[in-house]
């Protein structure tokens, strides 16, 4: 009842003018200048979230891309001055580049905590949109995010990806465990606690398939909130790589057997399995469903060297879309349905990343020398694409926009991230 209660408080009271839609893409996008100060406080419990409330909030809307965040250091205007069009000297915002300004105000009821986001055109001076927020007085951070979500959806029409969540795997000493978090990396929680275990994927109702050695062999396994792993595939030599389908009603896997591995499909509850790709002495892996469910990308080697390919859900009509390289692998289909990410490896025998279009199979470069580069995984809205680098030295995580823009590490916590997966 609590949650739903703080729902129901998310009210864009008043679009108090249609403000101008952001077109993402296209020719004619280029990111909106936006001046965000510090959020003025209205008490001591507001005072208190600030810093927790304003990292994120500002990291979100740099990371979305649709923002030229402007740096806080050239501000003129009086740190001080109010929240109301009345109050605000926009000359000030003027002279530093902003076109827009966003004021946030925070104050504390009791355990809750109350956000007020309002956003102005400082060419003209109107408030051009206004929301409200309050969450437990604990969570500063979801009070950042659902007033970024606020933003988001009031400039492009679209939902943002701030409310979502990624699993990924972390290394602990010769363990590889299994982490569920926030967007951003952060309110990370580990889902097993030892062992090896691989390659997570979440899936519906807040469930997350992983690989697991628990056994002694890789296996494929399903953990649903409240609830322990249950295993859902431990046949043949080596279960690897569940995806759920669009609808969550099945999964896809790869599975070892004698010298080769095909690709399955089965109910999510793993029964009813059905080989659907039969290539001997090959290797089928790395399924992941169109957004509509009626294909799947993975990769084979069945033309003699990791190439990425497309099917329909039932084994049929293989189609082979990478023609480039010799080691193309990790494949990810854009929820709009146009684009899959891969990972490719190139004659320096480095691993960035590279987009190939389903229809036309014209191939676009996202990563350069920057480190290896790998496992790319789309956002829920196809916006953002989640990976991993190791830039800067151990692989970590980072987001990066789908044409490969404004490449951020995630600022988590603790460092470290393999393998992501990311869904609503």
Do not use: C
């Not at 080596?238 to 095909?262: H, V």
Request: avoid cysteine; aromatic fraction near 8%.
């Amino acid at each position: 009842m609590k949650a739903l209660l703080f729902s129901l408080l998310l009210l864009p009271i008043a679009a108090l003018a249609q403000a101008p839609v952001i077109q993402i893409s296209g020719a004619n996008f280029r990111p909106l200048p936006l001046a965000v100060p510090a959020p003025l406080t209205v008490d001591e419990g507001g005072k208190k979230a600030a810093n927790d409330f304003d990292a994120p909030f500002v990291f979100d809307l740099r990371a979305s891309g649709i923002f030229q965040v402007l740096d806080r250091s050239s501000f003129t205007a009086d740190p001080k001055e109010g929240v109301t069009a009345g109050s605000i000297n926009f000359s000030r915002w003027a002279d530093v580049g902003a076109e827009s300004l966003v004021k946030v105000q925070l104050g504390a009821e009791g355990s809750t905590l109350r956000g007020e986001l309002r956003l102005f055109n400082v060419g003209t001076g109107r408030e051009d949109f206004k929301a409200s927020h309050a969450v437990p007085a604990n969570e500063p951070r979801q009070l950042a995010h659902f007033l970024a979500d606020a933003l988001y959806k009031h400039l492009t029409r679209e939902s943002s990806p701030f409310l979502t969540r990624i699993t990924f795997v972390r290394k602990t000493g010769s363990n590889r465990d299994v982490w569920v978090a926030d967007w951003d990396g952060n309110n990370a929680r580990a889902l097993t606690n030892g062992g090896i275990n691989l390659l997570p994927a979440l899936g519906p109702g807040g469930a997350v398939g992983f690989t697991s050695y628990r056994k002694g062999r890789p296996d494929l396994y399903v953990q649903r909130p409240g609830e322990d792993a249950r295993a859902v595939v431990q046949n043949g030599q080596m279960a690897t790589g569940i995806a759920w389908s669009p609808d969550g009603k099945r999964i896809a896997y790869a599975l070892a057997e004698g010298e080769s591995t095909q690709l399955y499909v089965a109910n999510a509850d793993g029964s009813s399995p059905k080989a659907i790709t039969d290539t001997p002495y090959g290797i089928n892996s790395s399924p992941a469903w169109s957004p509509d469910g009626k294909r799947i990308a993975f990769v084979s080697n069945r033309g003699g060297s990791p190439q990425i390919y497309v099917m329909n859900a039932d084994g049929s009509n293989p189609k082979r879309l990478t023609f480039q390289g010799n080691y193309n692998q990790t494949p990810d289909w854009s929820p709009r349905g146009d684009l899959i990410a891969f990972t490719a490896r190139d004659e320096r025998n480095a691993f960035d990343l590279f987009t190939v279009n389903v229809d036309t199979g014209k191939i676009g470069r996202l990563t350069q020398d920057q480190g290896n580069n790998e496992e790319p995984v789309f956002s829920p809205n196809g916006r953002l694409i989640l990976f991993t680098s190791t830039r800067d030295g151990a692989p970590r995580l980072y987001v990066m926009t789908a044409d490969g823009n404004n490449q951020l590490p995630l600022p988590m916590e603790k460092a470290g991230g393999l393998t992501p997966d990311w869904a609503p």
